[in-house]
């Protein structure tokens, strides 16, 4: 299956600085996404284990939808490193009456450790100008189950608020756990 390259929704698709880029979300990244959210399910909205004919119908039957949507409710990303996918990612539950979204990003799981802070923030640079520049939202969200401290820290040096910790809000192995969400709204920069 081959995808568009472009959502209708955007009049610019693709986002680089240096040796990173997004691109829209590319069907032969499908089984290297399905890898990492299998890895990472523990901070993930994911309830089981995804596996090749769900991860095949889920980007023919909803993420190939996406790309001719006027206002799809997600826009997602292959989050690239010299043309190479290294993670993906995007804009979800988007609201466009109230002109916000909510950030997603994973990365590959190997790459966590050495590179978790410089990709997130790559990410969230170029992810920053889809949103505000292109599509004109106000403002973005972050909604973490609080098991990764280390995201803060990265949130906050790109401006990040912490806007609110949800108390004992998700249950992760057998205990409640809180969530934490930050946000960002437009800068005058975009």
């Not at 292959?78 to 609201?95: E, P, R, T, W």
Request: hydrophobic letters at 40%; glycine letters at 4%.
């Amino acid at each position: 299956m081959i995808f568009p390259k472009k959502y209708k929704v955007l009049n610019t698709n693709e986002i680089s600085n240096n040796e990173f880029s997004i691109v829209p979300i590319r069907y032969e990244d499908r089984l290297l996404i399905m890898k990492w959210r299998n890895e990472q399910m523990y901070h993930l909205r994911q309830a089981e284990l995804l596996v090749e004919e769900k991860q095949e119908d889920y980007f023919k039957n909803t993420v190939a939808g996406l790309f001719d949507q006027e206002k799809p409710q997600q826009l997602l990303f292959s989050f690239l490193k010299d043309g190479v996918c290294i993670g993906y990612g995007g804009l979800v539950h988007i609201n466009w009456i109230d002109e916000n979204a909510e950030i997603s990003f994973i990365m590959s799981t190997e790459l966590e450790k050495e590179f978790f802070e410089e990709y997130w923030l790559a990410f969230l640079e170029l992810l920053e100008i889809i949103a505000f520049k292109y599509l004109k939202l106000h403002k973005l969200t972050t909604y973490a189950f609080d098991l990764r401290p280390y995201l803060y820290n990265v949130l906050e040096k790109k401006q990040y608020i912490r806007e609110a910790r949800l108390k004992e809000h998700c249950l992760f192995q057998n205990k409640f756990i809180d969530v934490v969400i930050h946000s960002k709204i437009k800068l005058n920069g975009y």
